[in-house]
């Protein structure tokens, strides 16, 4: 595996995923965490950073059994790093050094081995590399920028100032695996198939004979997790779908379905009245959220005491909520874990907890379910927001809200579906305002409820736009639902993107 040293650049986590995509598993961690067991990594990459290796606080690693060691690829900030602490020069920069540029000489070295003159690069940096470290070997610059990658000789040290990890560097792919797979020779034998097989193994080895409990949600990473619990302990595991009565319309039996057909143990137990009660009479988003949360953990605990001599509790967590930030001292946030001294806790929180996927980034997880077989429409489901159509109908909620916004909400989706647009959205949904506008229905004047739809591009939910849906399919899709959903007579667009919009309006 390939170990990524983390300088809190914006593009660390791409790094990992470039690595992954040469089939070569690849770990971040905090530059001043570097882990004990160095003899596991066939090689180290080091991030860019915000940085200036020349301010007072510059961060300041200790590559002692890495430079000289291993094959050690130093990238934007790493690059300077290198330079700036061995013998060559770093200085502020007097041209603008932000966005495409394109190579204009390379040296011949297996380092850029089918990368040719005039291949694009992404530069982002402020800094520039002035004079090159000791034994460092100039191997290419752009126009504006001489030390665009040197490499230190005597070493298997190479370093980059532009980012091979960003799309618009064309060769950036090239790179990465010129680098690890024909310098550091790692064998790129991480595939899907193989993962599956290793996790397998491993759960096996950790649970041996013991019971699981897991809460399914119809999402993606629970039920890729519990297929690959599923093939490892088989009936041992025990899975709970909880109906709150916020899920889209026919959800919960789909879904439910669904899961018996893949082979789990999976019991589905509707608690909507139990939820509906909850909410009764709260408007306030968070109210609402923590009274969502509270009747779940409520209702699992229930079923969880059902089930005699479980031992562990299992969690769809992936990589993205694990990785340790770089300006955190402490371990990973917000996992159910870090809760666990506190007193009170509901039972199925004492349980020890496993997590299968946690080392996957989401496009992982899908293809990890992909290679298990599990149905496409399962893995390509949009992003759902645990607390369901509550946080979607704005103000209290009712039945008969929470029936309208179903209704509403299937017509958008399946018409996505239909017209071929489903997959080009990241997320979609509608929201119910709690406004009443006036129409004219026959000679009637009808004043009624107005719904707004949304549809975002994003990679990760930290930003979105909205998605350019074609005129045509927003007016069959207005047409449709006013036709066909009694209480609704105004739909609109959303057209805002995050910042500052949120996806979800509560
Ligand atoms: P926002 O609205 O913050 O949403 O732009 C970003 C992503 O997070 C989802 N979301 C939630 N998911 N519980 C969840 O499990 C919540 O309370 C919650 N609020 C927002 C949202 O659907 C989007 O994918």
Request: aromatic share 8%; glycine share 8%.
């Amino acid at each position: 595996k390939v170990l990524i040293l983390d300088f809190g650049s914006q593009y660390t986590q791409l790094i990992a995923r470039r690595v992954r995509e040469l089939n070569i598993y690849s770990e971040i961690h905090p530059f001043n965490k570097i882990p004990q067991n160095l003899n596991d990594y066939k090689a180290v990459i080091l991030s860019g950073s915000p940085m200036s290796v020349r301010s007072a606080e510059a961060f300041h690693p200790d590559l002692k059994g890495i430079r000289g060691e291993k094959p050690l690829l130093a990238v934007c900030y790493g690059a300077q790093y290198l330079a700036h602490f061995s013998g060559g020069e770093v200085a502020e920069s007097n041209t603008r050094e932000y966005g495409r540029a394109n190579l204009s000489f390379i040296q011949d070295d297996l380092f850029f081995e089918n990368i040719t003159v005039g291949s694009q690069v992404w530069m982002s940096h402020s800094d520039t590399i002035k004079t090159l470290p000791t034994n460092g070997k100039l191997l290419a610059s752009t126009h504006d920028v001489q030390n665009a990658a040197y490499k230190i000789e005597g070493e298997e040290t190479f370093a980059i100032q532009f980012h091979p990890e960003v799309y618009h560097s064309t060769d950036g792919k090239q790179l990465l695996e010129n680098f690890l797979v024909k310098i550091a020779k790692v064998t790129p034998d991480w595939t899907p198939n193989a993962f599956v097989e290793e996790t397998v193994e491993e759960l096996q080895a950790k649970l041996g004979n013991d019971k699981v409990v897991l809460g399914l949600s119809g999402g993606v990473d629970s039920s890729v997790a519990a297929m690959l619990l599923h093939k490892a302990i088989g009936k041992n595991l025990y899975c709970i779908f909880v109906n709150n009565g916020l899920l889209r319309k026919n959800e919960f039996t789909d879904v439910l379905e669904q899961y018996k057909g893949m082979g789990l143990n999976v019991k589905g137990v509707d608690a909507s009245a139990r939820f509906l009660d909850a909410l009764a009479g709260k408007s306030d988003p968070e109210d609402k959220r923590k009274a969502i949360g509270r009747v779940f953990i409520e209702v699992f605990d229930d079923e969880a005491n059902q089930l005699k001599d479980v031992k562990w509790l299992a969690q769809g967590t992936i990589y993205p909520d694990v990785i340790e930030s770089v300006s955190a001292t402490g371990g990973p946030s917000a996992t159910i874990k870090s809760h666990h001294n506190v007193g009170g806790l509901p039972d199925f929180m004492k349980l020890k907890i496993v997590e299968p996927l946690r080392a996957l980034f989401k496009d992982e997880v899908r293809r990890v379910g992909a290679s298990m077989d599990m149905d496409a429409t399962l893995l390509g489901r949009h992003p759902f927001p645990g607390p369901g159509l509550a946080i979607r109908i704005l103000g209290d909620i009712t039945a008969e809200k929470v029936r309208i916004l179903q209704e509403v909400d299937a017509v958008f989706i399946n018409g996505l579906r239909d017209w071929g647009l489903y997959d080009k959205v990241w997320q979609a949904g509608a929201i119910l305002l709690p406004v009443n506008s006036v129409g004219v229905m026959g000679d009637e004047r009808t004043y009624e409820k107005c719904v707004a739809l949304r549809a975002v591009e994003s990679t990760d939910g930290m930003t979105a736009d909205w998605v350019n849906l074609p005129y045509e399919f927003l007016q069959k899709t207005s047409n449709d639902i006013i036709n066909k959903v009694k209480g609704v007579n105004r739909v609109v667009y959303d057209i805002s993107s995050k910042p500052p919009a949120t996806i979800e309006w509560e």
